[in-house]
């Protein structure tokens, strides 16, 4: 029922932005896109959301096309703490967290 | 504040044993999750709860599996008799609730489930 689509994985480069694509191509217009994500062995961490406007918080920014049907999460300056798995998640009201991208950041 | 809390953090048990997991939601939540995660995948929702009421429940194989919210605070998922497809990281969520939508969910860390 995951209503996204993901890479696998992606790598980056210790200190470099980290560009995290999603596509919700059949996104509805009250559904938010939310990111969180998972470090090993922990419970996923909420990162960021936005509903059509791009969003910015401490951890990252959220880049949300004018369509809607896709975003990108942008981690400025990434370090080895933010390797994980990384979820973008879209729906109404219930969230269908799918498999994720593994993030590997790399020195 | 304080973070969604769970218990216990591992647990180790033989199949046919049966095991409770208790979680208590951030002070003020009113909405309440439980999820399962199989290795290698995403959680998956199997409750939700506004208050003490179970508002979707679809996902829970009511068969073995079964959860409590009294007086609308902390839960208890409970798997009896306990099978060994049963092991995985069973996830407790909670959220502010009330707005009937999708609303921010904050994770426990989660207990991870041994079936032996």
């Known amino acids: 029922d995951a209503k996204t689509t993901q890479p696998t994985s992606m790598d980056c480069a210790e200190g470099r932005a980290a560009n995290l694509p999603c596509n919700h191509s059949t996104i509805s217009g009250n559904e938010y896109v939310y990111w969180y994500r998972q470090i090993h062995s922990q419970g996923p961490q909420y990162i960021i959301h936005?509903?059509?406007n791009n969003e910015t918080n401490e951890m990252a920014s959220l880049i949300i096309t004018e369509d809607r049907k896709s975003s990108t999460l942008i981690l400025p300056h990434a370090t080895l703490r933010d390797t994980a798995v990384y979820y973008c998640i879209v729906n109404f009201n219930k969230f269908y967290f799918g498999s994720g991208t593994k993030l590997n950041v790399k020195p | 504040e304080a973070g969604v809390v769970q218990s216990p953090r591992y647990k180790i048990i033989e199949k046919k044993q049966p095991v409770a997991f208790w979680c208590n939601p951030i002070s003020g939540h009113n909405t309440l999750y439980w999820y399962l995660q199989n290795l290698g995948q995403g959680p998956e929702l199997l409750i939700r709860y506004e208050n003490e009421e179970a508002v979707d429940d679809s996902q829970l194989p009511k068969d073995r599996f079964s959860a409590e919210r009294l007086k609308g605070v902390d839960s208890t998922l409970k798997i009896q008799p306990a099978e060994l497809g049963d092991s995985a990281v069973y996830l407790c969520?909670?959220?502010?609730?009330?707005?009937?939508?999708?609303?921010?969910?904050?994770f426990g860390p989660g207990t991870r489930l041994l079936v032996l």
């Open positions: 936005g509903l059509k």
């Open positions: 969520a909670s959220s502010r609730g009330g707005t009937g939508y999708q609303e921010t969910q904050y």
